[in-house]
Structures are given as C-alpha cells and as structure tokens.
C-alpha cells in the first residue's frame, strides 16, 4: 500500500529506506468540463493514475516504498480558457525542482510527477524540472567520481502522448474530445458522486472545425463546455482507461529506476 505523504509522520519519513524508496507528485489545472464533470477533474485523473502506479510498483518491485505527494492545482495548459485556472511554466518546473532537491537533500533519489493534463507546455515545464533536477552532464561526472549520484525526476506522463497528437497541435492543446465519453468515463470510474445525473441526458457536442476559430476563442477566454458525447460513458470502460496508463508508464519507470535514462 503506498503512503499518503500528507497523513506521515516526520519519523515515518526519516525511517523511509532512501535507496528504495520513490515518490509521486500529481499536478494539473483546473478547468471547465462541462455542466456535468468536476472542474479539478484532471488533478483527480493524475492522482488517481499516481496512487495506482504507486501501488504496482511496490507490488512488482518487492522491497520499495511508494510515497504520494499531495495533488496541487498547477496546470500550464488547459482545454478551456473561459473557466480555467493556470499557472506560468517556471512556477510549476520550480515548485517540481525545489521540492524535489528538499527531498535529496534527505537522501530521497527517485522522483515522477504525473500531470492530469498532457499539453505540450505543462510536458515541456515538467522535463524541464527533470532536466534541471539532475544537473549538467560535468556535474553528473563529478558527483560519479564523488561516490554520488543526482536525483531523477521522472515525466511520466510524457511517455501518454503519440507523435500524432504532438503533430497535430505542438504548441496548444487541442482534443478531438473534451468532457465527453472518455472524461466522463475517467469521472465514474474515480469519484461518481461527483458526476451530475444529467450526464445521461446531454447531447453530443461538435468540435469546431475550423482550427483558427479555435485558436481564436482560446486567444479571448471564450473556449469553455464540452465537446464529445458525454451520455456514452461508462465506469468499466473508466477503469480500463486509468489501467492502460499504469500499464504503459510502470515498465518505463522500472527502466529508469534500473538506470536508463529519464530524458528518453
């Protein structure tokens, strides 16, 4: 069972094995999606995915600790702007940069963030802190030949986007789906009391086809609700979607806790 950071003790921290033990940092923004949906919905996806990928690597590297850190509200990026709440790049690669070095400073090596949303900004903020986090490559070779090695921040996260969705829109988020049957579906599977009833009774709403008006309603706040079909979601298919992501990330963690490189 991983541990809650925020219900730990000081000691059952410090009593935490330093070579074994990782911790989880969960972020993304708050943002409308829709009439129906919660708007800290993806900082409760990025939890949910964290605590489960917490869990199955303790259960498949006997011997670790998996520690969650407490899920924050910093989100670069944002389907929506009308109802959105974000923060500038530097505040959350700093915050993810200055936690992490407090945690070394204990001993702690091995650190991943998962965010709740995968825009290219709030990705390339997080890579960037894992970047920083480890240092230059001369001062990776003088902690070497010092007997020590820098700490690893992991972007899990990163590894969720395909080359497709990066080519299509690498510069803002874009979906083809926004609060309707996958977030829906994600919502049930995490929390369903906190989905309004009359997710059943919305009608499919198309995204607008016209990329530049897009762009355009998200340049003056306008962009809000949902697009996609909400009333076909389901909880079962909710799990899946939360199990396929710690399916995809745990190997890649495994491999970098074995010494790969975080950054490929």
């Not at 992490?100 to 090596?109: A, I, M, Q, T, V």
Request: aromatic share 6%; proline share 6%; with cysteine.
């Amino acid at each position: 069972m991983a541990l809650i950071f925020s219900k730990c003790t000081a000691a059952s921290i410090n009593s935490l094995a330093r070579e074994s033990t990782i911790f989880f940092f969960p972020v993304g923004p708050i943002e409308d999606h829709g009439p129906h949906l919660p708007i800290v919905l993806d900082i409760l996806e990025a939890e949910a995915v964290a605590v489960k990928t917490a869990e199955q690597i303790e259960k498949v590297q006997p011997g670790w600790t998996s520690v969650v850190m407490p899920a924050l509200p910093l989100g670069i990026d944002s389907n929506t702007t009308h109802l959105s709440i974000s923060v500038r790049p530097h505040v959350l690669r700093d915050w993810l940069v200055d936690s992490c070095r407090h945690l070394s400073r204990l001993g702690f090596k091995y650190f991943v963030c998962f965010s709740g949303h995968l825009g290219p900004k709030q990705l390339t903020a997080i890579e960037d802190a894992s970047r920083l986090l480890r240092g230059t490559l001369m001062l990776r070779w003088i902690k070497k030949a010092m007997g020590k090695t820098s700490p690893v921040l992991i972007s899990a996260s990163s590894a969720l986007v395909d080359r497709k969705t990066v080519k299509a829109s690498p510069t803002w988020p874009d979906p083809e789906e926004h609060g309707g049957e996958r977030d829906t579906s994600i919502a049930l599977a995490i929390s369903p009391e906190l989905v309004s009833e009359n997710y059943l009774e919305l009608k499919e709403q198309r995204k607008n086809r016209s990329k530049s008006s897009r762009l355009w309603q998200r340049c003056r706040g306008k962009l809000s609700g949902y697009w996609g079909v909400p009333a076909s979601a389901k909880r079962d298919l909710g799990i899946k979607l939360l199990s396929d992501q710690v399916d995809f990330v745990t190997p890649k963690i495994l491999s970098v806790l074995s010494g790969s490189n975080p950054e490929r």
